[in-house]
């Protein structure tokens, strides 16, 4: 391994540990979302009306209402299996680096959204990793701004070889 520098864009410049250490963090990011795509894909039975109507804070209206108009509910349904399962493989493969960071963020934004880990809410289901404030979509939405910040699908990934990027040193 050399201590080659890249540059990101005109003032990150970072070394080859923090650019394998990024690369892994969207490479991992990407698996989970993936993942969880593909599941509910899998799944026949699979809906999100039970995230859904366990809804507290300012969306729960929102929410019953999806619930309750099937066309929505099956829009809804299919946005979040094929937007997961498409922001993870992108994630994964280094495509649409920026454009699917900032995507997966606003997902991931959605969810915490619809269920914030807030104390004083109580959910029919046990919140996993909700502290206080902070749970894994929260986590998961900041290292993926984190991701969109420093581009690495331009050094290691598909948009490297689709789009030509000469960002390397």
């Not at 899998?42 to 019953?64: C, H, M, Q, R, T």
């Not at 066309?71 to 922001?87: A, K, Q, R, Y």
Request: aromatic share 14%; with cysteine.
């Amino acid at each position: 391994m050399t201590d080659k520098n890249y540059t990101l864009s005109t003032s990150n410049v970072i070394d080859n540990l923090q650019l394998y250490g990024l690369v892994t963090l969207r490479v991992l990011i990407g698996w989970h979302l993936l993942y969880e795509g593909i599941a509910k894909l899998l799944n026949p039975y699979w809906s999100s009306a039970a995230f859904l109507l366990d809804a507290k804070w300012i969306f729960s209206g929102v929410a019953e209402w999806m619930v309750a108009t099937p066309s929505i509910l099956s829009l809804v349904d299919n946005l979040n299996i094929w937007g997961l399962t498409l922001i993870g493989a992108c994630l994964m493969l280094g495509l649409f680096g920026r454009h699917v960071s900032l995507a997966g963020m606003l997902l991931v934004l959605v969810y915490y959204l619809f269920t914030p880990s807030f104390w004083w809410l109580e959910y029919a289901r046990p919140g996993e990793g909700s502290y206080l404030v902070v749970n894994k979509n929260l986590i998961e939405a900041c290292a993926l701004f984190v991701i969109y910040l420093f581009p690495t699908s331009e050094i290691i990934g598909l948009d490297r070889l689709l789009f030509n990027n000469n960002s390397s040193n």
